[in-house]
Every structure is written in C-alpha cells, then in structure tokens.
C-alpha cells in the first residue's frame, strides 16, 4: 500500500529518538520535502519549527515571511517581519491545514479545525477523516489516517505520536509530502512571537478599491 | 509633497548609469558579449524600420485636452491643437478668450435615441447651472479600504503582490491623494467648485493636483456617441463630420436620471467630471510632459471605439469588434438581458431603457442603431458600419469567456461573460510570421493562481469570473491582488486561438514581472503590450494619473538600463480611451464603433527625438498598422479596420484626412534616417 515504506520508517525511527530525549513537549526543527510518486522532489522544501504549542513553517513561495500555526486553536497567520504586518493565511498555503499540532489522538478534530479557519466547508460532506487500524507490519511510532478534504486530493497521513505532526503525507495521486532531517533542538521563543506593533490586514480591502475600477467587470 | 520636483527626485532613475557600466552587468549576467551585442533572434526578423521592438503601454482613461490640453510643443515650430492654442484657456488654466467654444448644452426630451441633438432642443447651461464636479467613487480618507492607503499599508501592498507593479516607484504616491471629502458630493478642492462656468475647468489648487484621486464619469458606448453630437448639419470645413462634442455632461446627468419618477435620484455621480483638465505647463503630470518635450506627441490620436475598456482594448487587438457567439465561432443572438436599447423611457429627459452590452447594428429596427447608421451613411465619404447581419457585437465592458488561467467558462449566457471569440488577433498574425510576441498584464501570475483556486472550488463554473476571483482573493490573502489585474484590457484573453490553446497562453500571456525581466534579460518579444494592474492604470477614482506615470517610468527605467536593446526599440505610450473627458479634436467616424475622441499617443525611440507634434489621423488600430508594416504582415482580415489607407492629410486642413477613412500607420512620426540617443527622463 505504501510506497517508499523504509523511508517512512527511518522518518519515524528518527522522530522516535528525538523524542526520547526531548522534553514532555517537543521542540524541534525539520525540513518539508515534496516528491513526486517516484520520490524525485518537486519543489524547495519548507522548514518546520516547532515549539509552545506553536509551529513556524517558512516557505520559499512566501521567503519574506513565515507562516504561524497555533496548535490549540489550529488557526494561522502570516507574518512579515520586514514590513510589520500579519494577516490570516487562510488558504494561502496547504501546509499551515496539515502541519497542526494534533494531539495524539485527535488528529481529525485539529485538521478539521484547521478546515474551518482556512475558510473552507469541513462539515459532513465535504469532510472525512478516519484513523485506520494498524497493521501488524507498520511502526507503532505513528497513527495513521485516511483524510478527505474540501477541493484536495484523499490522502494518507502518518502522524507521529511524540511529535504529535504528521511525518508523511501520501495523497492518492502518490505525491508525498514528509517531515525529513528532523533536528531535536530548543527553538528560540522569538520565532512564535508576533510582536505587537505589528498590523493585522485584511484583503478585501482591496477588492473593494478594484471594484471601483473598469477591472471589475461583473454585469 | 507637491513640489515640481517630487515625481523626478523621488523616482530616481538608472538614467545616470553609463553604457560600459550596464553593458559589463548584462554581460556577467545573461552571458551576453562584453560589447553588448546578443544573439537576440528578434533582431534577424527583416524590419521595414530599424525598429526591432515595440512596447505598447495602455493606461486607463485620460483624453487629450484633458492630458496635454494646456501644454506648448518643445519642438522648434511645432504646433498642436489644443484647448490653449485654440483660445478656450489660458496658460493658467483659468477661461480664455474662446472659451464658449467649449460650451456644453442641454437637450429637450427627444422621443428616441439620438447622436446629433435638434439644434433648436439645445440650450447652453448658464454659469452654475453646469453639472459641477463630483467625488464620485474617489476614496474620501485614507483608509484600508483600499488605495489611498495609510503609510503602514504599504506593507499590505507589498505582502499582497510581490510583482514588481508596487516598488519603491509606486508605494509612496499610493499612499496619497485622499479627496477628504464625502463620496458622492461636489469636489471643492477644484477652485470655483459649484459656480463653475460653463466649460473646461483645470484640476488644480491648493489642495488638487494629478497626486489625487478624483471622480470618475461613465465612459459607455451609446452616450459617448451622444455626448459627441455628430450631425451633418454642424459641419464645416474644419470639422466636416459635424461632431461638436458639446453634451457631455448633459448625457451624463440624464442618461440614468429617472427624472418622471423620482427627480431627486441619479443613477449615477458623473455630473460635471468630464470638463476637467491637468495643467501641463504647471507642471501636472510632468513625467509625460517630459516624454512628449523630448520625443514625440500626437495630437490626432484617437479612441478606437465610443465609450469604454474592453472594446478599446479588443479593437487594439483586432482591428475589431467582438460579437456574441456559440463559442464555436458562429454568432448567435445574446440573452435578451445583454442587449442594449438606449431610446428614452417615456417621460424621462434621456433615461436609457436598457443600459446593456450588446448591439446587432446591422438591424435598423433595432433601438439605436438607426441614428447612428443614419448619421455614417450621410456622412461625404460614407463609411461602412461594418456591421455583418445577425451579429451582436460587444459595445461595452464583458469579462472574456476564459479566466486567467484558461479555464473556459460552461455557461457565459449566465455567467455575463462572452463566449470565446473566433477574431483574428495580431497575435495570430505573428505566431504564423514566427514573430515573437507578449501581453504582459499587471497581476496576472495572482490571477492565475487565483483562477485555479476558482476552478478547484467550482465557482469558476457558476460565477463570473471579476466575482469568482474575489472570492478567492479573500481565502487566499497572499495572491489577492490578482483581483486588479484586468481581464477584459487584453484581447488576447477573448480568443479562442490564443487563451483557449495552453501552449499559446504560457508563450504569450505573462506578467509585468516577466516584461521587467526580458527587458533585462535581452529576451524581450518582437512585439509587446504592457498593461498595468487597475491600482496602477491611471484609472480616476480607482487610480492617478501619477501612478500610471511611475509604471511607464519603471518600463522605461528598465529599457533605460540595457542601452543596446533601447537603441532598435520604439516604446508607444497611449490610453484605452478618455473615459469620458471632454475633448476639443475633430473626430472622423470611420464605422458604426468609432472613432472616439482623442486621446494621446507618446512615441518613444531614437527615431521620434525632437519635442515633434504629429498631426497625422490615428487610432488605435494604427499601431497594429506600424507592427504590421515594420514585420511585413497583411492586414488581420477582409473587415478590420487595418485594411483603411493611410491618411492624406492637407496643409490647409492639417487634421482632416483628404481621403475618410483613413489611419495612419504612424510611420510618419519616425525619422528613421537620424538616430538620437538621450534619456527617456532624467
């Protein structure tokens, strides 16, 4: 059913020692890599920062800024730090939707969370998630899950149970999108923090001024 | 804020850096020689001209009075016919001693749809008495609501849109400009405001100059042939079509007005807006003064066709006018909601019944279309209105059929969008000639991001596409901006040819970004259509004059800085149409669509040095006549517009062509056998 299985494998092997010797909550850093279904990568990775409930994704789509998860209410943000503003991500981004402090076992309701603040219908018919039964043959580091969302592809998700974050994500189409070169370390509380001079914006603004434009050419 | 320097200082340009500097840096860069020559396969096309390339710039709705109207020719014994050198102002803008040529009227009710008012329904408006001017839909405060933005939203902007279109150029004067005043009310910031007298006023004072927003006006297709006036019975030998150009207000204060009903509510807040005019010997959009003091300015440049953006644009594209269709090519009649019917509703001075989209002009019997084939077959040299029977042709603004991205919209019936287009574009005309080709649009790598996101969550389908794409600016923040980008100004995106074909979309539709970057990168197409975004187009009330000035700036300051590709390069500046000003210049009707007023055409390139005023007659399909002449192309197809002559134009009449129709092919403002190298601006 998998592919790339020994890969998911040391993924989960190294999570599970990095975790052995964390704290009670993680803190850690790692790369998000994207591969196509034959394992070549596909695009820049990500990196992943993940400490105080929260979780830092910095992207190469948006280089000047950095995405922030917050884990209890899987809601994101995005920040630019050089120009002092931050706005809601929204669907801005697929990550800031998968990369959620999960919990354990309540891997669905954060993801499903996450849904929802993006914007997007998670309500019974646009939403599915199920924890699938583990086999006999997969590592008990991780809990996996089929999940079903809005305009996405199904995929397959492994979520590490002392990382509490998925490590794998495998869609239908047989791309994957893993957790890789995890690096157990003490992350530095400033990269959470949204300093408070910051600006909270809001882009229908400017739809509103194009709306006055000959752009805008509804009737 | 206002100083005369302000656009020039703050807008610092590459201008200063010597040759050998930019030829070392290309050269480490894009592996160029060190003397600057490239194997640019554009420069093996044989050319009628020396001229290997060719920008062409559209801002966003600004006439030729209403731009150059108070400005003298730098040129030794050049001339120009404008609102100053008629005697209608003087050099301060304030009346001159012609200024009741300039008077504007008002009109009797008339029992139907008119293009040449009675002469005796018409009565001048008395001092006052004149629509005055309006706030209207300019941003009253700076606020997030859009532009003008606060100084701190210039972060917002630069988060939104990474695309070169908002740079150190544009972000300060984005931030200026607020009317502070209410929406929708008398603009007192024009001296005079509310006893202004009957005619062209100046948008300057102490609280007023091109660094503001101002009103917009309705610029559609029926009232702006009515706001001309074209009658043969006005006409003489300077003005042998008789458009006296004298309702322009009058149209815009009624053709919305339900005045039997409900005489206090207007449709609309125009009122006295298209009088106004920039004042470019004080200094007033002087980035263009500085272009046309240095290179060469047309006088008798026209709008291709009456009334607004999208049908300009296509005209630019095509040398035609698009019609509804079946998506295969075959014209089909519209839903009746799209089909237009300007005759007055009974008991109104001039309300329009049905203010719509589409005309079949080769119907008579149809609401308007009588007055103004009347008026063409009168007309000495009878133009045809080349209207081909059971065609609904698209008169006013509608979204193309594909989105961005190339998605075909199922449903345009519902969706307010036309089918796509079987015309023949200019793009088609160089993809056969293996001639290399662009339109980069301001926004448009957002509005392809966008349109996905639209695809994907099925409101692609269902919604039109401005709608669509909003509503997926507002999930996704970081390419919302995609929203400014303008779907209906390029013509390409009609085409079933180009927009419905994914290889021809990715070779030739693209970014201002990617525009910046070939001028950079010595990889710039054989012909190129630049359009900015619609905060940066110099559309009023949703944009200023000055920010369409920083984006040619920008195009300009990159051409400035790779000297070897600006030497074979003609960069053509122009407007999709007034929008509605006012304009004092003859306008020859050349078919049932247009011509339209003037609006001015900037021609930038070694070979157009001087300060030159070119009087010769064009429109907007001229420039598709020079592509077509430099690269040896035939005309688009049997009925577009490009197949007209060049004009013959007389000493004794220097803007009448001696031989209607005509356009020119613009060769004329080429010397080609003088090359001069200076800065675009300094």
Redesign the interface.
């Known amino acids: 059913m998998l592919t790339g299985r020994s890969t998911l494998l040391c993924l989960v092997l190294m999570a599970i020692g990095a975790a052995a010797a964390a704290a009670e909550e993680a803190q850690y850093s790692a790369d998000i890599v994207f591969r196509d279904p034959s394992g070549v990568e596909t695009q820049p990775h990500a990196t992943l920062h993940a400490a105080h409930g929260k979780i830092r994704i910095e992207t190469a789509?948006?280089a000047?800024?950095y995405f922030l998860i917050d884990g209890e209410v899987s809601s994101a943000i995005?920040v630019?730090p050089s120009?002092?503003?931050v706005?809601?991500?929204?669907?801005?981004?697929r990550l800031t939707r998968v990369f959620v402090s999960t919990g354990a076992a309540d891997a669905c309701r954060r993801w499903q969370s996450a849904e929802v603040n993006?914007?997007?219908p998670a309500g019974a018919a646009q939403w599915r998630c199920e924890q699938l039964e583990s086999l006999p043959t997969q590592d008990v580091g991780t809990i996996e899950y089929r999940v079903q969302s809005a305009?996405q592809l199904p995929s397959e998700r492994w979520v590490s149970r002392d990382l509490n974050v998925p490590v794998k994500i495998q869609s239908s189409d047989g791309t994957t999108i893993s957790l890789e070169r995890i690096r157990l370390e003490a992350q530095p509380p400033e990269l959470f923090i949204v300093p408070p001079d910051y600006?909270k914006?809001?882009?229908?603004?400017?739809?509103?001024?194009?709306k006055?434009?000959?752009?805008?050419?509804?009737? | 804020m206002r100083n005369t320097d302000r656009k020039h200082s703050r807008w610092g340009l590459g201008a200063a850096l010597t040759s050998a500097t930019l030829s070392f840096s290309l050269a480490a860069t894009v592996g160029v020689a060190a003397d600057g020559s490239n194997n640019d396969p554009v420069r093996a096309l044989k050319t009628e001209s020396p001229i290997k390339h060719v920008i062409i710039l559209i801002g966003e709705n600004r006439g030729t009075d209403h731009t150059f109207g108070v400005y003298k020719p730098k040129g030794k014994g050049q001339t120009i016919s404008n609102i100053l050198s008629n005697g209608i102002v003087k050099e301060d803008g304030s009346p001159g001693a012609n200024f009741a040529k300039a008077r504007q009227f008002m009109v009797t009710p008339q029992p139907l749809y008119y293009v040449g008012a009675p002469d005796k329904a018409k009565t001048a408006y008395a001092k006052g008495g004149q629509p005055q001017p309006n706030t209207n839909g300019a941003p009253p405060a700076q606020s997030m609501s859009g532009a003008p933005f606060p100084p701190d939203f210039l972060a917002e902007l630069a988060v939104l849109d990474p695309s070169p279109d908002f740079n150190a150029n544009t972000d300060t004067i984005l931030t200026t400009g607020t009317t502070m005043l209410p929406p929708n009310s008398l603009d007192t910031r024009v001296p005079g405001a509310g006893m202004l007298p009957n005619g062209p006023f100046v948008l300057q004072g102490a609280n007023l100059s091109d660094d503001d927003y101002t009103g917009d006006m309705t610029h559609r297709f029926y009232q702006a042939w009515q706001q001309s006036d074209c009658s043969l019975a006005n006409a003489t030998k300077a003005n042998p079509t008789g458009c006296l150009n004298d309702l322009f207000p009058f149209v815009m204060a009624t053709y919305d007005l339900n005045d039997a009903k409900t005489p206090a509510v207007q449709g609309n807040f125009s009122e006295g807006n298209e009088m106004g005019f920039y004042d470019a010997e004080q200094e007033q959009a002087s980035t263009l003064k500085t272009l046309a003091d240095r290179f060469s300015l047309s006088d008798n440049f026209h709008q291709s066709f009456q009334g607004g953006t999208g049908a300009n644009h296509f005209m630019l594209g095509t040398g035609d006018a698009g019609f509804w269709s079946d998506g295969n090519g075959n014209p089909i009649v519209p839903p009746a909601g799209q089909i237009a019917n300007p005759n007055p509703v009974a008991g109104t001075t001039n309300k329009y019944t049905a203010d719509n989209n589409f005309t079949n002009c080769s119907d008579f019997t149809q609401p308007g279309i009588a007055p103004i084939v009347s008026y063409l077959e009168a007309l000495p040299y009878r133009p045809e209105p080349n209207c081909a029977e059971g065609h609904y042709y698209m008169v006013d603004n509608t979204n193309p059929g594909f989105l961005p991205n190339g998605f075909r919209a199922p449903s345009p019936a519902t969706q307010n969008m036309i089918p796509p287009s079987p015309v023949r574009t200019i793009g088609d005309a160089l993809n056969e000639k293996n001639i290399s080709w662009a339109y980069f649009g301001g926004s448009y790598n957002d509005a392809v991001v966008l349109s996905n996101a639209a695809v994907a969550a099925g409101t692609a389908a269902t919604l039109n596409s401005s709608t669509a794409l909003g509503e997926a600016a507002l999930a996704d923040p970081a390419h919302s901006l995609g929203v400014a980008y303008c779907q209906i100004c390029n013509p390409f995106q009609y085409a079933t040819s180009i927009m419905g074909n994914p290889a021809q979309r990715a070779a030739h539709i693209k970014d201002t970004v990617d525009l910046l970057a070939d001028i950079k990168a010595n990889t710039l197409p054989a012909v190129s259509f630049g359009k900015p975004d619609g905060l940066l187009d110099g559309h009023p009330s949703s944009s200023k004059i000055d920010l369409f000035e920083a984006y040619v700036q920008q195009v300009l300051d990159a051409l400035e800085a790779n000297p070897k590709l600006k030497a074979d390069t003609a960069v053509f500046v122009t407007w999709d149409e007034a929008g509605g000003y006012w304009d004092s210049g003859f306008i020859q009707p050349v078919d049932f669509f247009g011509d339209g007023p003037r609006i001015p055409l900037l021609v930038l390139s070694a070979y157009s040095t001087g300060g030159k005023v070119n009087h010769s007659y064009g429109d907007h399909v001229s420039l598709l006549k020079f592509i077509e002449r430099n690269w040896k192309l035939s005309p688009l197809t049997d009925r577009s517009r490009d197949n007209l002559p060049n004009p013959k134009m007389r000493g004794d009449q220097p803007y009448v062509p001696g031989n209607m129709p005509a356009l020119s092919d613009l060769f004329d403002m080429f010397d080609f056998d003088h090359a001069v190298t200076q800065p675009f601006l300094e």
């Open positions: 789509e948006a000047d800024g995005f630019r120009l002092r503003s706005m809601d991500a929204k669907q801005s981004s993006a914007g997007l305009g600006r914006l809001d882009p229908r603004a400017v739809l509103e001024r194009i006055h434009s000959d752009v805008w050419a509804e009737h």
